[in-house]
């Protein structure tokens, strides 16, 4: 397991690799740096999403009544998400 400390590194890295990256492919500084965290965001987001799509497999294979209240805490936590968002 990483520690947040090695993890915050990592992130700081991708960040500076990618704004790097931007910069070399001719984009303006301030665009650079706002793509490479839209980019960081967006992977970060795809891989939650795959470690929750695995969690809940695996729930539902072997500990399926823990498996229902799992998918029923997920709606719950989206429906509260949605209310915060638009209002």
Not at 42 to 54: F, G, I, V, W
Request: charged share 20%; aromatic share 8%.
């Amino acid at each position: 397991m990483f520690s947040q400390a090695n993890t915050d590194l990592v992130r700081q890295q991708a960040l500076a690799a990618l704004t790097a990256a931007f910069l070399a492919q001719g984009h303006p500084v301030e665009y650079a740096k706002h793509m490479a965290t839209a980019a960081i965001f967006q992977t970060d987001l795809e891989l939650r999403n795959a470690q929750l799509s695995r969690l809940i497999a695996w729930l539902k294979q072997d500990y399926p009544a823990v498996h229902q209240e799992a998918i029923l805490l997920i709606e719950t936590t989206r429906e509260e998400f949605e209310r915060r968002v638009q209002g």
